[in-house]
Structure formats: C-alpha cells, structure tokens
C-alpha cells in the first residue's frame, strides 16, 4: 500500500530527529494549509464534541473515495488534523476502515496525543471520521 | 525570593516526577501522597487485609478498629461533634448525590435549590438533576467581578421557597474563598438545608464545621494528600437523620426478611457494601502526617508561593487571570492564544496544569472563554517548580505569539 505523496512528504519532515519547538512549529505550518471551513460548515452539526478546543469535521464520497475537510480554533489541533487529512483523503472506503491511524501518528512522532487521557480530541475525530465513513 | 518547601522531601513522587521532566503543579486536581500514607498502605496489605464490620476474627478486627479510628480523626480534624456524623463515601462527588437522593422526599414541586455560579460539576449536576426528577426550581447566584458570590443578589434569591443552598468554599477554578458566613446565615434564616463542598478548601488551613454552622460538608481525600476512592461527608446528627439511605446492601442494615428491612443509623447505614477500608486507612495517615505540621508555616508558605505565581503572571504580556485567586491556584488565558494550544506546547516540556473548563463547564462559558490554564499549588510545591513552569510559559509564547 503506497503512501499518498503528502502523506510521504509529511512522514519525511515528522520522522527526522527534531526538538519539540521545532515539531510544534512544523504542526503550526502544516495547520496552515488545511482549507478553510465556510462559516456554514462551521455548524454544529459537522462539530466533533469532546474536543478541548473547537473542531469541525466533514467527509464525502467521490466515486468510491473518500475525502474530508477539518478545522479548528486551536492551532497545533489544525497541524495533526493536516496530517490526518494527508493520509486519507482519496482512500477507497474499504482502505480508510483498514487503516491503522494510531499507527500513522507513531510514525510521525505524534503517538503521544492518541493516548487514552489525552482530551484534545483525535480520538473523537478519529471516531466521527469512521462514523462518516460508514455511514 | 526563592522559596523551598521543608515538606518537599516528605512525598516522594515529587522527586520520582522530577526525574521524570515532570513539574507538578496540578494538585487541585489530585495531589501528591506523603510517605506517612504510603506506609501505612503497605502496611496494612501486608500486615494482613481484612474486611470491617463484619468478623470476628482478629484481622476484621484490626482492620475495623483502624478505619474506626479515621472516623475520628477526620471528625477531630473538622471537629465535628461526633464520629457518627462522618460517612465515607467513594469520593466528595458520591457524598454530594448521597445527599441529592437521601434528601430528595423532603422537597416538593416549585421548592428552590440554591447554587452558584461557580460550582463544580459535582456540585452542580446531582442538584440539576435532582430539580429535573421533583420539578424543583435550581437558582443559581451569580457573581461579581472577582469572583466571589454576589451577596446583593444572594439576598434577593434566598428566600422563603430555598429549601436548600449547595455552595462551594473555594472555587476550583477562580480560587477565591466565598462569603460563607454570610451565605449560610440567609439559607438558614430560611430555613434551608446547607451544603458546603470543601473539596478544595479542605486543603488550605483548618476548617471547623462547628463554627460555619452548615448541616453538611463534603471533600475527598484524594485532593487532601489521601488516597483516591475515598470521600467525606460531614452530617450535623440533626440534620443526618433527616437523609435517607440511597444504596442498600451489605452491613448498612439491621436487619432483614426477604421483603422488608430495617436500616442503621448514620453513619453505617450510609456505607452499604465494603468500604475502601485501605484508602480510609490511608486518609487517616496523611490526617496525621498534616496534623504534625506547624500549620501556620504551611499557609505562609502557600500565601508565599500563591504570591510568586500571581505575579509572575501578572508581569506577562497578555495574561488574564480569572478572578481575583487567593488561594493556591489561579487560572489564565492569554490573548489571541489558543489555552488548548499553550497546554500542548507546556505538556510538551513537561508542565503538568491542567487546561479546559476544570469541570465547571457553565462558568467558563459565563466568562465567554471556550477553556482556560489552571495553575495550582500544594504544600510540597516551591519556587523551583514555578521557575520551570514560567520558562516553559515563556517559550510557549514565544513560538505561539
């Protein structure tokens, strides 16, 4: 199974031995680039509850792939919710239920904010993106 | 001035958690355990564990004796008139629904409950609730600017359909002390049941039931230097007899047919099933251990520290505290940033605070704030772990500003 292109590019940066000032930067730039929520999809419908800061989540289907839009208020919850994006936007729906996403941000050096007490909300994202998916 | 905690030494999970890159200072939320309790835990597993209340055998009795004597302990450390009036419960949380349920049948469709707007979720939802189950009104007092509850208003609130005031002594979140003196007399010239929750200011100076006058009081050991899966709560013998029990079995009755029983006086009949017989023992060792403590130094300590902490937010560009703390704790926001942003980059260099709405939900929203960085110090905190958080702090800002 091939990495999508962004999804290399962004375990190539996250992999290199870096300091947590600079893996904090890193997120903050990767945060940058997710395109923006209207102010519609902003709702509270596409809210993920259980999130300390404010989180939107919306996917759709194209043609049998799948591809989902984030936002946040909090920058460093918009960096991790990029580098989710990269790794399964464009999947198939039957690749997406297979995907070890913890796995994904062990990879990157992120595994830390998948651990069970953790209330920034990844968890709840990771469960709503399966609820949209098999929906 | 550099303050150090003569206490430091007494708890050794601050230097297990230093070794670690760890500086604590969340001890509102739970706090670090003296050896004293952690000896007497050791020792009671492995001096032989047995249940209480119930055998006759010399471990059983060991064991009942030894929870017994924390009964008195606490109620000396509360100096309540009698060890009968202290029911453990699992937590300060399970005293304040003992009391939501063993109270309920004395209120009626259209009474009031009275809380602020600051409590803890604990002391907020077993009311809410309770109100939903009898139709009851909730009335929650609002506050002022520095976060202490308006007595202007409280006066207009309280009133001849108050059945009962539910208030906290020291705000988690704002660390301000409320007017209780002033709170329980309105209650009571109404004639209403009070509750104080004293989860937090238990921790901070000596607290006599006798003296606040209140009917109940409640706190949880685990915040108190004790172990966790236990809570207190304090019942004037009056007032107590009024609850009835709301969990039925084990040792809490007198006895039974298949279809009717007759249930023990407090505090037994409020402690049906095992109790957390090690963890009450523990509780009364760090009584103890606190007990041995020249108070008055404590407090100066905490004054000293809660003082440092203040300031050295105060002298930051951008910071906003909540309230006017007084006491070990103090919560902020800082413009244009993000607290869930600032708590990762402080969780990332090994600061433990906590962030988000310190369950107290309805109030962080009343401040217009979606969560906020809270602070707080216990005995064993000093001025080193404040150098580490402000550092942090700094850098923190530096890469989010």
Known sequence: MSLPAAAETALHTFSQPISWEQRARLLMAWGEQLAPLSEDERSEANQVSGCESQVWLLGESHNGSWQFRAASDARLIRGLLALLLVRVNGLPAAELRSLDLADWFTQLGLARHLSPSRSNGLHAVLRRMAEIAGA | ?401
């Open chain 2, 1 to 401: 001035m550099s303050l150090s905690s003569p206490w430091r030494a007494d708890f050794p999970a601050l230097a297990a958690l230093l070794a670690d890159g760890q500086t604590y200072l969340d001890s509102a939320a739970t706090s670090q355990k003296p050896q004293a309790m952690l000896n007497a835990l050791l020792g009671y597993y492995a001096g032989g564990a047995a249940n209480v209340h119930r055998a006759q055998h010399l471990p059983g009795a060991r064991a009942t004796s030894a929870f017994e004597a924390t009964r008195q302990t606490v109620a000396d450390w509360l100096n309540a008139a009698s060890h009968d009036e202290i029911i453990f419960t699992r937590g300060a949380t399970e005293a304040l629904n003992l009391l939501a349920y063993g109270l309920e049948e004395h209120f009626h469709e259209g009474d009031e409950l009275v809380i602020s707007a600051l409590e803890h979720h604990a002391n907020l939802l077993p009311w809410q609730q309770l109100a939903q189950r009898r139709g009851l009104i909730l009335v929650v007092l609002p506050l002022d600017a520095s976060g202490h509850v308006d007595l202007d208003a409280a006066q207009r609130l309280i009133g001849p359909r108050t059945r009962l005031l539910a208030i906290s002594q020291l705000s988690n979140v704002l660390g301000t002390w409320q007017p209780l003196n002033q709170l329980l007399a309105l209650a009571q010239a109404h004639g209403a049941i009070t509750v104080v929750d004293g989860a937090q200011g238990i921790v901070h100076g000596r607290h006599d039931v006798q003296q606040l006058g209140c009917d109940f009081y409640v706190f949880s050991s685990h915040k108190l230097y004790g172990p966790d899966g236990v809570g207190v709560l304090y019942g004037r013998a009056a007032t107590l007899q009024r609850v009835l029990p709301w969990q039925f079995g084990g040792e809490m009755l007198l006895q039974t047919d298949y279809y009717t029983a007759k249930f023990r006086p407090a505090p037994l009949g409020f402690e049906a099933g095992t109790p957390a017989v090690s963890s009450v023992i523990g509780l009364g060792a760090s009584l103890a251990y606190l007990a041995g403590l020249d108070s008055d130094a404590v407090l100066a300590h905490e004054a000293a520290l809660h003082q440092q902490l203040l300031s050295g937010l105060l002298a930051r560009a951008g910071v906003r505290i909540l309230g006017t703390p007084q006491t070990a704790l103090a919560s902020f926001v800082v413009d244009d940033v993000h607290s869930a942003d600032l708590a990762h980059l402080l969780t990332e260099q090994g600061i433990a605070v906590r962030a988000g709405h310190h369950c107290a939900m309805p109030l962080l929203r009343g401040l217009g704030l979606p969560g906020a960085i809270r602070v707080s110090l216990a005995l064993y905190n000093d001025s080193s772990d404040l150098e580490r958080f402000f550092a942090a702090l700094d850098q923190a800002l530096e890469i989010l500003q």
